[in-house]
Each structure stands twice: as C-alpha cells, then as structure tokens.
C-alpha cells in the first residue's frame, strides 16, 4: 500500500461549484497534514496546515483530517477559475524532516 | 513576499556530467531541503539540512548527490555524473521551523533538469 495516496484527476467543475479533493494515508505516525496548491512551473506553495485530526478553515478552503480513518479533505467553496492549479496533500509525522506528498489532483475551475 | 530563488530555471546536460543547481533560500530560515518531481510524479523528499549538516536524506540521495552551503546565503545541490533517470524538476524549500511547524516550507520556483 502507498504511503499517500490521491486521485490525480483530472478533475473539471465550472466556476462556483464546491470542490472536494481528498488524500488517504496508511503511516499512522503522521500528525501534520497540508495542503500545497502548485501552478504551472511553479513551487508548491502552503495552502492549509492541520496539526492531528478535526477541521480549520481560511476563508473558502475548508481543511478537514480524519486519523480514524487515515482520510483528509480539502474543500473550496464557491470555485474561481483562478482556483485553478494542481493540488498536493503532503504528510509528516513528529519529529520528521521531510514531508510526504500525495500525486497530485488537476483542477479545472471553468468560467 | 520573501521568496526561495533558484538558478538555473533549466539546465540541460549529457549524461555522466556533474551539475550543480543553485538556491537562494529565506534569509532568517535555518532549515534547507531539497525534493525532486518526476513528470508526472510525485513530489519526493530528497535531503534536508541544518546547522551545516545533512539531518535526514531519502534512498534516493545517494554517493552521487551532495549539498552543501558554501556561504551564508546559498545552497546546493551537486550531481556528480548525472543519468537520465535524473531528469526532473528540482526544488529548494527553506523554513525558520522545520517541516512539522504551521508554516511548512517555502518553495522555490524550482530547476528542470534534462539529462540527454
């Protein structure tokens, strides 16, 4: 079983929608959980952070982590088109240096 | 904004040649990275430093790979014979907390490196 594991998409919704991306993982020692949106030739950059389980939001992003579950979620409401971009779940447990990334999800926001 | 700066954006060399991609991260942080992504892959950690030492690399930094601050400004990153299965895009990362802090890492913009 992978490490993290998240559907690359691609994934197209029109603008307004709610989008739902999600990530599993199997290494129960991972506590941290993030969320990278990465443009086109770009570095991924910091979208969401959650430390252990349960929800944060930052205005239209919802970040939600279950550990029971070993699942975590990212949701956008109310979608732009400039919402759009790859998005990277990425994982570390305590104490650790590096982060994990899942694959990546391709997101389209259509005008 | 400060920003991580990488140079080059590409580099495109034969194989068995040594490079030496170049980054610039934050000025107050003090931990350093290096990740690696395949097209169409993931983004995979490569090694991390601090305070002038390797901390933790992954089984894909091997004898050919080495980092190094030269000065109190750059970090790099140096193949020594590269092969084509190196050919990705390369990414810097600083963070004044390390990787378990709210704040994550900052990114580079990254280097694509062509093996031919």
């Known amino acids: 079983q992978k490490e993290v594991e998240q559907d690359p998409g691609p994934l197209s919704v029109p603008e307004g929608a709610i989008v739902s991306l999600n990530c599993t993982y199997s290494?129960?020692?991972?506590?941290?959980f993030m969320w990278y949106r990465q443009y086109s030739r770009k570095g991924p950059e910091l979208l969401m952070y959650?430390?252990?389980?349960g929800n944060k939001e930052d205005g239209r992003f919802t970040a939600q982590v279950d550990k029971s579950s070993k699942y975590i979620s990212l949701f956008i409401r109310d979608s732009q088109p400039s919402d759009s971009a790859t998005y990277l779940c990425?994982?570390?447990?305590?104490?650790?240096?590096?982060?994990?990334f899942g694959q990546g999800t391709r997101l389209t926001i259509n005008p | 904004e400060p920003e991580v700066t990488q140079t080059p954006s590409h580099q495109v060399t034969q194989m068995g040649q040594e490079v030496i991609l170049r980054c610039v991260p934050i000025s107050n942080h003090l931990y350093f990275y290096w990740y690696r992504q395949i097209l169409g892959q993931k983004v995979e950690f490569l090694v991390s430093f601090y305070n002038n030492e390797i901390s933790e690399k992954s089984e894909i930094f091997d004898d050919q790979f080495s980092v190094e601050r030269p000065d109190g400004s750059n970090f790099t990153l140096k193949i020594r014979s590269t092969k084509l299965e190196d050919s990705a895009m390369y990414f810097c990362?600083?963070?004044?907390?390390?990787?378990?802090?709210?704040?994550?890492?900052?990114f580079g913009s990254g280097t694509r490196l062509t093996v031919v």
């Open positions: 990425a994982m570390s447990a305590q104490g650790a240096q590096k982060l994990v």
């Open positions: 290494n129960s020692a991972f506590q941290y």
């Open positions: 990362a600083s963070s004044d907390q390390g990787a378990s802090f709210s704040y994550g890492y900052t």
């Open positions: 959650t430390y252990s389980s």
